[in-house]
C-alpha cells in the first residue's frame, strides 16, 4: 500500500467526512483468518481502511459495514480490554524485521487497546498515548485514530518501509479477517504482512512525557493495641518519566511509586513444598518488559517483596517479646528501566531497582521498642541483549544481579538464549544456557563459599504446517538458582519431553477448528544419587465449535513418583515420599460470550492407585450483559479430595503423612459499570475457603515406606479464609491523564474449625476483624511537545 501525504487538517471525531479522507489510498478486500482462512468478505460486510501520515502522526480512518447496526457487538470495558468486541487493529513492523511490531486497536464504542510484539508473543500491557473515536451508523460502523510519532519507534532514513497488516474482527460472526492474508498453519506472523511503503521525511520526534502523581490512602484495622493506630493515613507524591534517548531506545524512570491500588492477590490454602507464584499488577514491571521475559529467570514480585528474614522474626523471639509490626514488603525507593531496539535489531534492555531496609519492630518483657532488620537496601539489576537475526531467528545474553548492603549473600545469574529456524521458517532449534553464582553463601560453622550452578534446556521442533512436535531435554544440577531474581522451586534433576501436535483449520461438520496435543514427559533426579522421580502422558483435544463456542477434553496418566520434596526435608536428608500413580479424565464446554448469557463448565476428576484416592474440580462459571454499560460476571471452583495422601506435620525430626480430606471453594463476583469510554466503575469480590481435615496419619521412613501411628497431639488440620473485595472508579479526565478512587477490603482468617459447612464458616469470615482501605490518585500525564507547542 503507497503511503500518502495529509495535505488537509483531520479531526479525530469518528466521522470519515474530512476533506483530507477523500484522497487517501484505501485497504480492502480483506479475507478470512479464522474461521475460512483465505475466504474473502462478502461486499455487505466490506471493510475499508485509509491511512495517511503527515510530520507529528499517522492517521487511519475506517468503515467497517454490516447488514445492520444489530449485527456489531459492542460494549463498554474500559481502556486495554477488548471484551466481546468488534475491533479493528493496524499493526506496523517499523523495521521490517518480521519479528517486532506496535499494535493499535479501536472498538465501534472508541475504546483503545495497545500492544507490543516481539518473538516472545504480544505484551498487552504496554502503554502508549494516541487518540480515537468511533460511530456507530446505520450499517456498521466509523473510526479514526491519530497516532503521534512519540507513541512509536521507527529509523532515521528519509525513505522508510514498514511491514503493516490491518486487523478486524466481527465477533457475533465469529470471523477474524485481515487485510493481508494470514495462515495459521504457519509460524511466522510478521513474515505474512503487506508494505506500508515510500514514507518519505519523517522523523523521530523528542519523546519526553512526565506522569506526575499525588495519593491519599486512609487505612483502618482494628489491632486494639495501645501501642498501633488503628486508623492511618498518609500523603504520597511521585512521578513516572518517559524519555526517548534516541529513536530506538526509551528511560522509564518510577519515582517513590505507588502501587497501593493494585488488584489483590489471590491467596490460597498451599500444600505444596514450594511458594505460590503471584501475578505481578504493578504496571512498572508489566508494560514493555517483553525483552526481560527472555529465559524466564525474571518474576518481578522479588522486587519489593517479602523481606528475606520475615520468618526469622519470629523464630527469634526472646522470652516475653512480642512483635508489633514485621512488614510483608519492602519499600521500593525507585524503578529505571532502558529499553529499545535498533534499525540492525539489536535488542537492548536494562532494568534497575532499589529497595529500603527494612526492619520489624520488637516489643520486649520490660515494654521496651527495638527494631530488627528483615532486609537489607537491596539493589536488584537485570540486563538484556537481544540480536534479531534473518527468518525469525535471534540469539540473547540475560543477567540478573542481586546486591545486598549487608552480610547476606549477592546473587547473580548469565544465560544465553538462541532460537533459530530455516528460510521457509518450518524447523526450529532452540535452548538456553545458565550460570548462576551465589556470593558470600552460608555453609557450615558460620563460613561463606561462592555457590556455582548451571542449567540448560536444548529443543528441537517443527513448528510449521498442521502437524507439530519439539524434542526437550531440560538439565539443572543440584547447585542452580535463580530465585534471587525470578520464580525458582527445586534443581538436580534431567528431564526429557516429547510433544505431538495436529491442528484442524478448516471447519468441518461441528467445529471451526480442532487441536490435538500429546505430551510425554520423563524426569529423573540427577545426583545425590540419580533415581528416577517421575513420568507423565498428557494429551487433549480443543477448539472452537460452530456455534462460536469452545470445548477441552483432556487425558491425564501419572507413573508412581519419587518425590523427594514432599516430606520437607533438606534434600540431602535421604527422604523420599513415594506417590500413587494415578489418571485423570477432564473436559471443559464454554458457550458463545457474544451473547448477553453465557457461561462454561468444567470437571476433572483423578483418580489413585491406593486409598481409593480421588481428587475433583469443578469449574463454573456465568456472565451476563444487561446493557453496553453494565455486566457482571461468577467464576466458582470447587475442590473435593478423599484420602490423598500429603505432608502433615512434623514431630521431633520425625515427618508424618496424613491421608487428607480436602474441601475448596473460590468464588469470584466480578461486575463493571461503564459511564462512558472515559469513565467506569468496576467490582471484584473474591472469597476463598480450603479446610484440611486429616484422617488417618503416617510416620514416613527415609525409604519412603509408611507406618500408622495414633496418639499424635499435634493438630495439623486448617481451616483458611481470605475475602477480598476491590472496587475501583477511573476517569480519564485527559490525554493519558487518570483519577482513580479505590477501597479495598480484606479479610484472612486461619484456624481448625474444620467442621463448619460453607454458611456458618463465610458468616464466621464476615464478622471477623477487617482491613479496610481507601485511596484517591491523580496522574496527569505531560508531554513535552505539547508544553513546548502551548509556550510558543
Excluded at 503527515?54 to 456489531?72: F, Q, R, T
Excluded at 528431564?495 to 529423573?524: A, C, I, T, V
Excluded at 483519577?739 to 471477623?768: C, E, F, M, P, R
Aim: one cysteine or more; aromatic letters at 16%.
Amino acid at each position: 500500500m503507497p503511503a500518502a501525504r495529509a495535505t488537509q487538517k483531520i479531526i479525530i471525531d469518528g466521522d470519515l467526512a474530512d476533506e483530507a479522507w477523500k484522497a487517501a489510498p484505501v485497504a480492502d478486500s480483506f479475507v478470512q483468518r479464522q474461521p475460512s482462512f483465505g475466504k474473502p468478505e462478502s461486499y455487505k460486510n466490506r471493510t475499508e481502511v485509509k491511512i495517511l501520515y503527515d510530520d507529528n502522526a499517522i492517521y487511519i480512518g475506517g468503515y467497517c459495514h454490516e447488514g445492520s447496526k444489530d449485527s456489531v457487538s459492542s460494549e463498554l470495558v474500559g481502556r486495554d480490554v477488548i471484551g466481546v468486541n468488534d475491533f479493528v487493529g493496524v499493526l506496523f513492523d517499523t523495521y521490517n524485521d518480521k519479528i517486532n511490531g506496535f499494535g493499535y486497536y479501536v472498538t465501534p464504542l472508541g475504546e483503545q487497546y495497545d500492544a507490543k510484539y516481539s518473538s516472545t508473543g504480544e505484551d498487552g500491557s504496554w502503554n502508549s498515548v494516541y487518540k480515537s473515536a468511533a460511530k456507530l451508523v446505520g450499517d456498521g460502523w466509523t473510526f479514526e485514530m491519530r497516532i503521534p510519532y512519540s507513541a512509536i519507534r521507527f529509523g532515521k532514513a528519509n525513505i522508510q518501509n514498514w511491514g503493516m497488516n490491518i486487523f478486524r474482527r466481527r465477533r457475533k460472526a465469529g470471523e477474524n479477517l485481515t487485510w493481508n492474508p494470514i495462515d495459521q498453519k504457519e509460524y511466522s506472523f510478521f513474515a505474512q504482512f503487506g508494505l506500508w511503503a515510500n514514507i518519505t521525511n519523517i522523523k523521530p520526534p523528542v519523546r519526553l512525557s512526565f506522569s506526575p502523581y499525588l495519593s491519599t490512602d486512609i487505612e483502618n484495622y482494628p489491632y486494639n493495641n495501645p501501642n498501633l493506630k488503628n486508623t492511618t493515613a498518609r500523603v504520597n507524591g511521585g512521578m513516572d518519566v518517559k524519555y526517548g534517548i534516541n529513536q530506538s531506545f526509551t528511560l522509564d524512570m518510577t519515582l517513590v511509586p505507588d502501587f497501593g491500588q493494585v488488584q489483590s492477590d489471590n491467596h490460597v490454602l498451599n500444600l505444596t513444598p514450594f511458594e505460590v507464584k503471584y501475578n505481578e499488577y504493578r504496571s512498572f514491571f508489566t508494560e514493555g518488559t517483553e525483552l526481560f521475559s527472555k529465559g524466564s529467570i525474571l518474576y518481578s514480585r522479588r522486587i519489593g517483596g517479602t523481606p528475606i528474614h520475615f520468618y526469622d522474626v519470629q523464630n527469634n523471639l526472646n522470652a516475653g517479646d512480642s512483635i508489633l509490626k514485621n512488614p510483608t514488603e519492602s519499600k521500593l525507593i525507585n524503578a529505571t528501566k532502558v529499553s529499545g531496539r535498533t534499525a540492525s535489531g539489536l535488542g537492548i534492555g536494562f532494568l534497575n531497582a532499589v529497595t529500603a531496609a527494612q526492619y520489624a519492630t520488637i516489643q520486649d518483657a520490660n515494654k521496651h521498642e527495638y527494631q530488627v532488620q528483615t532486609n537489607p537496601l537491596t539493589n536488584y539489576n537485570i540486563f538484556v541483549l537481544d540480536q534479531s537475526l534473518k527468518h525469525n531467528s535471534s540469539i540473547s545474553l540475560i543477567n540478573t544481579n542481586v546486591s545486598r548492603n549487608s552480610k547476606d549473600y549477592n546473587a547473580n545469574v548469565t544465560a544465553g538464549l538462541w532460537d533459530l529456524y530455516d528460510k521457509k521458517v518450518k524447523w526450529n532449534f532452540f535452548g538456553k544456557m545458565a550460570l548462576s553464582q551465589l556470593y558470600g553463601y552460608p555453609v557450615s560453622n558460620n563460613q561463606t563459599q561462592t555457590q556455582l550452578g548451571y542449567n540448560h534446556n536444548l529443543n528441537f521442533a517443527k513448528v510449521s504446517g498442521n502437524f507439530n512436535f519439539t524434542v526437550s531435554q531440560y538439565y539443572t544440577d543440584d547447585k542452580y538458582t535463580h530465585q534471587d531474581l525470578g520464580y525458582y522451586t527445586n534443581n538436580n534433576f534431567l528431564d526429557h519431553e516429547l510433544y505431538l501436535g495436529y491442528k484442524w483449520l478448516k471447519p468441518r461438520s461441528f467445529y471451526n477448528n480442532m487441536y490435538y496435543n500429546f505430551d510425554l514427559y520423563y524426569s529423573r533426579r540427577y545426583i545425590q544419587p540419580a533415581s528416577f522421580q517421575g513420568f507423565y502422558l498428557n494429551t487433549n483435544v480443543n477448539g472452537q465449535f460452530k456455534t462460536l463456542g469452545y470445548y477441552f477434553f483432556k487425558l491425564n496418566i501419572t507413573s508412581n513418583e519419587n518425590d523427594f520434596y514432599e516430606p520437607r526435608k533438606p534434600i540431602d536428608s535421604g527422604y523420599v515420599f513415594k506417590r500413587p500413580g494415578s489418571w485423570l479424565l477432564g473436559f471443559n464446554l464454554q458457550s458463545n460470550d457474544a451473547k448477553k448469557l453465557s457461561g462454561s463448565i468444567g470437571e476433572y476428576h483423578r483418580f489413585y492407585h491406593t486409598y481409593q484416592s480421588t481428587l475433583d474440580e469443578i469449574d463454573l462459571s456465568g456472565q451476563y450483559r444487561f446493557n453496553k454499560k453494565l455486566s457482571a460476571n461468577i467464576v466458582s471452583t470447587i475442590n473435593i479430595w478423599n484420602n490423598n495422601l500429603g505432608y502433615a506435620t512434623t514431630v521431633n525430626d520425625s515427618v508424618i503423612i496424613g491421608l487428607r480430606r480436602v474441601r475448596s471453594v473460590e468464588n469470584i463476583y466480578t461486575a463493571k459499570y461503564n459511564f462512558t469510554n472515559k469513565m467506569g466503575i468496576s467490582f471484584r469480590l473474591r472469597h476463598y475457603w480450603s479446610k484440611l481435615t486429616n484422617g488417618q496419619l503416617k510416620y514416613l521412613s527415609k525409604d519412603g515406606s509408611m507406618a500408622n501411628i495414633d496418639g499424635i497431639s499435634q493438630n495439623a488440620d486448617y481451616n483458611i479464609n481470605f475475602f477480598n473485595i476491590d472496587m475501583v472508579y477511573t476517569w480519564q479526565f485527559a490525554l493519558g491523564s487518570f483519577l482513580t478512587v479505590t477501597w479495598k477490603n480484606a479479610i484472612g482468617t486461619s484456624d481448625q474449625s474444620v467442621y463448619n459447612n460453607y454458611v456458618k464458616n463465610l458468616g464466621t469470615t464476615l464478622h471477623s476483624n477487617e482491613l479496610n482501605t481507601v485511596s484517591i490518585k491523580m496522574i496527569y500525564f505531560l508531554d513535552y511537545l505539547d508544553i513546548k507547542k502551548h509556550k510558543g
